[in-house]
Nanobody
Framework: QVQLVESGGGLVQAGGSLRLSCLAS????????MGWFRQTAMKHREFVAT????????YLIDSGKDRFFISRDNAKNTVTLEMYNLKSEDTAVYYC???????????????????WGQGTQVTVSS
């Protein structure tokens, strides 16, 4: 079982950037595919990004493909989501998630992940 703790959220003006981090503990980090999701009060949990156990493969939400970057450091048990040119519609609680497999695929459904962090708020002011 893995525990996940997100950090790095906050308030930023439109056009700004943020770097979210997720620290994993309790299990072998490289045994997991990692993902980021976001949720607002009005929407279901939405896929943002996912990355393979090695970091060599990733998949992003269409609206983030030229603004968001996902990476991981297995030595530090962390996965990072860098977000640039933020827009008001990026405002949400961002969650880190782990799927217990090394078999890569574009896992973009929340139901496909086994473990979740508590979330970190990102607010983009226009």
């Amino acid at each position: 079982q893995v525990q996940l703790v997100e950090s790095g959220g906050g308030l930023v003006q439109a056009g700004g950037s943020l770097r979210l981090s997720c620290l994993a503990s309790g299990s072998t980090f490289s045994d997991y595919i990692m993902g980021w999701f976001r949720q607002t009060a009005m929407k279901h949990r939405e896929f943002v990004a996912t990355i393979s156990w090695s970091g060599g493969n990733w998949y992003l939400i269409d609206s983030g493909k030229d603004r968001f970057f996902i990476s991981r450091d297995n030595a530090k048990n962390t996965v990072t989501l860098e977000m640039y040119n933020l827009k008001s519609e990026d405002t949400a609680v961002y969650y880190c998630a782990a799927k217990s497999t090394r078999s890569w695929d574009r896992y973009d459904g929340a139901h496909e992940y086994d473990y979740w962090g508590q979330g970190t708020q990102v607010t983009v002011s226009s």
